[in-house]
């Protein structure tokens, strides 16, 4: 297998769970026996099922070290990255998005998501993403603004 830098819907469908290697230069997957993520690996990347507020069901995966952090979600064929660190960024990203599925800015958030795994102490690796970091307003109105 080539380094691995980004995830692809096909890489997830053949390996649900990726870390960084040693040298943190590529994802590599990481073999579990069962559902139970390790919680001694650091940043995990974990295939999700994704749904908008509006309902919309996507593909995509969750980046997590305890809480995600990070969604990551592919429509048509792109790839879409919501990080809260980084608010410039899902507003940018959720702008795209929005154009792609020709949705209201509101109907993005929250994105829920639901893993087939769970930490050690049994708690499921699902929840919900809230991202505020947008202003509704700055986005277009219809997808050809």
């Given at each position: 297998?080539?380094?691995?830098?980004?995830?692809?819907?096909?890489?997830?469908?053949?390996?649900?769970?990726?870390?960084w290697?040693?040298?943190?230069?590529?994802?590599?997957?990481?073999?579990?026996?069962?559902?139970?993520?390790?919680?001694?690996?650091?940043?995990?990347?974990?295939?999700?099922?994704?749904?908008?507020?509006?309902?919309?069901?996507?593909?995509?995966?969750?980046?997590?070290?305890?809480?995600?952090?990070?969604?990551?979600?592919?429509?048509?064929?792109?790839?879409?990255?919501?990080?809260?660190?980084?608010?410039?960024?899902?507003?940018?990203?959720?702008?795209?998005l929005?154009?792609?599925?020709?949705?209201?800015?509101?109907?993005?958030?929250?994105?829920?998501y639901?893993?087939?795994?769970?930490?050690?102490?049994?708690?499921?690796?699902?929840?919900?993403?809230?991202?505020?970091?947008?202003?509704?307003?700055?986005?277009?109105?219809?997808?050809?603004?």
């Amino acid at each position: 297998m080539d380094k691995v830098l980004s995830l692809t819907e096909e890489l997830l469908d053949n390996h649900p769970v990726w870390e960084w290697n040693a040298g943190h230069d590529h994802l590599q997957p990481l073999v579990l026996d069962g559902q139970v993520l390790p919680e001694d690996h650091g940043e995990l990347h974990v295939k999700a099922a994704c749904r908008t507020c509006c309902g919309l069901a996507v593909n995509g995966y969750v980046i997590a070290l305890g809480e995600p952090h990070v969604v990551g979600l592919f429509v048509a064929g792109d790839e879409f990255i919501f990080n809260k660190g980084l608010p410039g960024m899902v507003a940018q990203e959720a702008k795209k998005l929005f154009v792609k599925l020709n949705v209201k800015p509101s109907s993005l958030f929250p994105l829920e998501y639901d893993t087939n795994f769970a930490w050690g102490d049994g708690t499921p690796l699902k929840g919900s993403f809230e991202e505020r970091g947008y202003d509704v307003d700055s986005l277009p109105r219809t997808p050809t603004e």
